[in-house]
């Protein structure tokens, strides 16, 4: 069945460092990717999606790129703040099989230390 | 302005009581989802609908029940059979065919 991999955290970095999440997926279709962040006691946001391979997501500064050949989705982001401190999400959706659901990792928790 | 409202957003109930955790959209999706998360770990998929009157089960849907009345609406009821009922519950939307699901702002349940 499908799966996502993330690092596993905390990560902690220095405010203006670089960011980068791990993410790695299985799937038997054609994936979807998405990275969700959850602020502290709040549901999940959508950060950023990528439909198809080579495709970029971007969105606050964030950026991933859809590797069908790696199979890969790593987030990153050039210079994080102390606002980024949060949980994020890789997650997919296999809709080759007409269903829609998602597939999520288990989270990494980012802290910005000023 | 559309989105997902879940109410409430703190709920305290005994053992052995049966609770439903409200779950209400106005984005004129097709699809709900409900999902649990416990501390420290991802989301799991309790159960899903992708139209009215119909609905599936999802990974952990034992202890769980849900209804699909009405478009707008999917309440979750955690039962006396949900052996640890205490967690964060989301429920989630979506279109049919664009994958991402968006999310509300969550009830954190608390079963003593």
């Known amino acids: 069945g499908d799966s996502v991999t993330q690092m596993e955290g905390p990560v902690t970095l220095s405010e203006e460092a670089f960011l980068t999440i791990n993410c790695t997926y299985t799937?038997?279709?054609?994936?979807?990717l998405f990275w969700y962040v959850q602020y502290p006691g709040e549901g999940l946001q959508l950060l950023l999606k990528?439909?198809?391979?080579?495709d970029k997501g971007s969105n606050k500064g964030f950026e991933a790129t859809y590797r069908k050949e790696t199979t890969s989705f790593h987030l990153e982001k050039g210079s994080v703040q102390v606002s980024d401190s949060a949980v994020y999400f890789c997650?997919?959706?296999?809709?080759?099989?007409?269903?829609?659901?998602?597939?999520f990792g288990t989270g990494t928790r980012l802290t910005i230390i000023p | 302005d559309g989105g997902i409202t879940q109410s409430p957003k703190y709920l305290f109930r005994k053992e052995g009581q049966n609770v439903t955790l409200s779950c209400e959209q106005n984005?004129?999706?097709?699809?709900m989802y409900w999902y649990r998360q416990d501390p420290g770990q991802g989301l799991r998929l309790i159960y899903y609908?992708?139209?009215?009157?119909?609905?599936q089960k999802g990974d952990i849907a034992e202890g769980y029940s849900v209804s699909r009345e009405k478009k707008e609406s999917f309440p979750l009821t955690v039962t006396s059979a949900q052996k640890n009922p205490t967690a964060f519950y989301l429920c989630?939307?979506?279109?049919?065919?664009?994958?991402?699901?968006?999310f509300g702002p969550g009830t954190r349940l608390t079963v003593t």
């Open positions: 989630a939307s979506t279109t049919t065919g664009v994958g991402e699901q968006y």
């Open positions: 799937a038997t279709g054609y994936p979807s």
């Open positions: 990528a439909t198809k391979a080579d």
């Open positions: 997650a997919l959706s296999d809709r080759g099989f007409g269903n829609e659901k998602l597939t």
């Open positions: 984005l004129n999706h097709d699809a």
């Open positions: 609908s992708q139209i009215v009157n119909d609905f």
